[in-house]
């Protein structure tokens, strides 16, 4: 797999000549003052502070024995406090260090009092005594700053020694230009045999250019030129496309070279994607909650249950609500963690679990595709088996008969406040708490409930007719409570998931209730729902806060008898045509234009879930220019893109690896593993609204509203609802 510290890829980044994305406004700067008081150790450690014994000077460098047998990496640390930080100016932390081989020093500048928030962060594994620099751009003001060494959760015992820790003021920030590499963009895993095949050139050439495909051995075997497309909106770059679609042999290792440069290689293989409908799958397992994560069948990825009412875990086995909330406890035990944080939201659970099993009602070689989970061998397919530990989970999230909103969902559980990175599930500490109920977590139970009703009954009976009732208790009861909407405010501790619009809501639970039942009341919603006729399909198809897409398409890919089928199908046509007309003004192939070029949080998601609406249209039409469409899709997502990169961890020569995620945080912390191969990453999304995103990115335009680093959250997290279409998609390609 392609791993890169940030260490080693800045360096690359100062030697790559690359074209010029954005050019950041130069503010004037204040002079270079130091914030660290005596960071060389003069004769004494003061005013370093040490958690962890003593220091002991020796050749001008201060040391420390570490205990061995903590967990945390905050629970020994040395560092200083009362650090002045101000808003919005750059900062150079450096200091010498060494350790015993192998062992890694969290070196963090924050907050040194409660909540203790962590600015900026570095963990290098130690060996040889060196010098470690860095930049970081300040995201608060603040007096009680702290500079820290964490160096907790090893075993055994180790030494640390420091020198010339040094945190330097005023200094101009580094402009960060992404390594792009070579200026042909491909899809770097493959193109289908008898499959669209285009690549994008960045140029400043205007006029076409001649291109040339090589194969493994390096033979001319196609050649063409270039069609100009002008500056691309998405990008600000000129482009030019090539179409090789008429080269169709299989082979690996092809290139394209094109105004003097090679695209990084590539495969034309018909069974390329076989393996991502299984990968991004399995991505399902390791988000369990409530279960250990078994080495044996996910070798790295092994860990304790999480919030199974182990200590420090406070458990999800009896969950109380907030204060105030209700006056009694849940158990919510097991479901899948949302993303990279610890929370498990219905909302997005629903659709999730929606767009896994709606692959697996589309497309029937998911009944055999074998997950590798604890299940696998039972005579349930691997994929209900997976998302079944979804579905338990929200049905327990129903309000128990008897009590206030009866039948109704609390919209979520988490922690009281948000945890740091990394921390494995079953060593989070904090409280969890079960939050109000609202009207579209109950309806997204209840579609997800209703479609499990008859996609279980084949396996099991009792299961399916629980999952009906729970989905019928549930709609009738967000009907008596139409307007439990969750507050954009309810945000601290984990994501608001606030939804102010619920008719989509509505009319995706009727259809789902109707598809399984039959029955006229459901029909009747459908029919009378101002969804029904609407055209659901804007920029983005469908997603956690946009369900009425999901009705259509189930409507019109399930076998069902509404009056006016033929209209419902017709409109899914139209939504597939519109995202082909998108497309088709797209020289990078995205069928995805939002509004003012404002790319949203997730775009990859968007992107893949517009695709499914194509491939829905293929399902319909069989027309073959919506299968292409699809394929042309996948392209961006695999490298035909500004970034030159695969947005799917471990496909494609460049890929995503340090998504946000307090467990696959390799990044932090070098025991832990990157996300499993087959994670898509959240993708480009302009408002970069982390901190870490915004000192890099400032300025970006849209696809370069992207960077692959574990603190970017809001461009680059893991979530269950983003791997959902990703399978959806590749279990498309793959049949
Ligand atoms: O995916 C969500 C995105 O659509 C919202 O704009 C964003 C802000 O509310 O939240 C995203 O969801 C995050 C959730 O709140 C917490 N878990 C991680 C999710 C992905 O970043």
């Not at 870490?692 to 809001?714: E, R």
């Amino acid at each position: 797999m392609f791993v890169m510290s940030l260490w080693e890829r800045s360096r690359i980044i100062a030697v790559v000549a690359v074209s010029a994305l954005f050019v950041p406004a130069v503010p004037a700067f204040a002079a270079e003052v130091e914030q660290v008081v005596n960071g060389g150790f003069d004769g004494t450690a003061d005013p370093f502070w040490s958690s962890s014994g003593p220091f002991t000077l020796t050749g001008g460098r201060a040391c420390v024995d570490v205990p061995g047998g903590t967990v945390n990496k905050w629970d020994v640390a040395v560092g200083q406090n009362d650090i002045d930080l101000v808003a919005g100016e750059t900062y150079r932390f450096s200091f010498d260090a060494g350790g015993d081989a192998g062992k890694v020093v969290r070196a963090i500048v924050g907050l040194g009092a409660d909540p203790y928030t962590t600015y900026f962060e570095q963990s290098p594994a130690l060996g040889e005594f060196q010098h470690y620099s860095w930049t970081f751009t300040a995201p608060a003001d603040t007096a009680i700053g702290q500079v820290a060494f964490q160096l907790g959760g090893s075993p055994d015992p180790w030494n640390f020694c420091v020198d010339n820790v040094s945190l330097v003021g005023g200094v101009p920030p580094e402009v960060y230009v992404p390594d792009t590499g070579p200026r042909v963009r491909v899809n770097q895993v493959a193109y289908l045999p008898d499959g669209p095949k285009a690549a994008t050139v960045v140029t400043s050439a205007t006029t076409p250019v001649p291109w040339q495909l090589a194969n493994a051995a390096g033979k001319v075997v196609a050649r063409g030129t270039t069609t100009p497309r002008g500056v691309d909106v998405s990008s600000g770059q000129n482009v030019q496309t090539i179409d090789f679609s008429r080269y169709t042999k299989r082979g690996t290792g092809y290139t394209l070279t094109a105004d003097g440069e090679t695209s990084r290689p590539f495969d034309i293989d018909a069974k390329a994607y076989d393996k991502l409908r299984t990968d991004a799958l399995k991505f399902y397992y390791t988000q369990r909650s409530g279960i250990e994560i078994r080495d044996d069948l996910r070798p790295g990825y092994g860990r304790p249950a999480g919030h199974v009412d182990v200590a420090p875990n406070q458990g999800d086995g009896a969950v109380p609500c907030q204060p105030g909330v209700c006056d009694y406890t849940l158990n919510v035990r097991g479901g899948w963690y949302d993303a990279g944080d610890h929370g498990k939201y219905v909302v997005n659970g629903g659709i999730s679990v929606w767009e896994v099993l709606s692959a697996y009602e589309t497309f029937s070689a998911l009944r055999k595709v074998d997950l590798n989970i604890p299940e696998s061998g039972n005579r349930t397919p691997d994929v209900l088996d997976e998302a079944r530990w979804e579905l338990d989970f929200l049905m327990s999230m129903q309000v128990p008969a008897g009590k206030p909103y009866a039948g109704m969902a609390h919209h979520k559980i988490h922690d009281q406040a948000w945890t740091g990175l990394p921390l494995l599930p079953h060593l989070d500490p904090q409280r969890r708490e079960l939050h109000p109920v609202s009207t579209a977590a109950t309806l997204n139970l209840a579609a997800s409930a209703a479609q499990a009703a008859r996609v279980y009954k084949k396996y099991d009976r009792a299961f399916a007719a629980r999952a009906l009732a729970a989905a019928r208790t549930a709609y009738a009861a967000a009907k008596a409570n139409p307007v439990k909407l969750a507050p954009e405010s309810d945000g601290v501790g984990g994501g608001a998931y606030n939804d102010t619009k619920v008719t989509d809501d509505f009319y995706w639970a009727a259809a789902e209730l109707f598809i399984t039942t039959g029955e006229k009341q459901y029909q009747a919603d459908v029919l009378s729902s101002p969804e029904h006729t609407a055209d659901v399909f804007g920029a983005g198809a469908f997603d956690w806060a946009s369900t009425a897409a999901a009705g259509r398409l189930d409507l019109a890919l399930v076998p069902n008898r509404l009056p006016g089928l033929a209209a419902v199908k017709a409109s899914v046509v139209r939504g597939a045509e519109k995202y082909l007309a998108i497309q088709r003004q797209q020289p990078y192939g995205v069928p995805y234009a939002p509004a003012n070029n404002a790319w949203d949080w997730g775009s990859n998601s968007i992107i893949l879930n517009n695709m499914v609406v194509l491939a829905a249209g293929y399902e319909i039409t069989g027309r073959s220019v919506y299968r292409n469409a699809v394929l042309t899709g996948l392209d961006y997502m695999f490298g035909r893109n500004a970034l030159n990169q695969s947005y799917v961890t471990g496909y494609g020569e460049v890929s995503s690896h340090n998504q946000h995620s307090r467990w696959y945080a390799r990044q932090l912390d070098p025991a832990l593993p990157n996300p499993p191969v087959g994670t898509l990453a959240g993708g480009p999304n302009s408002s970069i609204q982390d901190p870490y995103a915004q000192s890099k990115l400032t300025g970006c335009v849209a696809q370069f509203c992207y960077i692959d680093d574990i603190q970017s959250w809001s461009t680059n997290e893991l979530t269950i609802n983003w791997n959902a279409p990703l399978a959806w998609i590749s279990a498309f390609v793959a049949s």
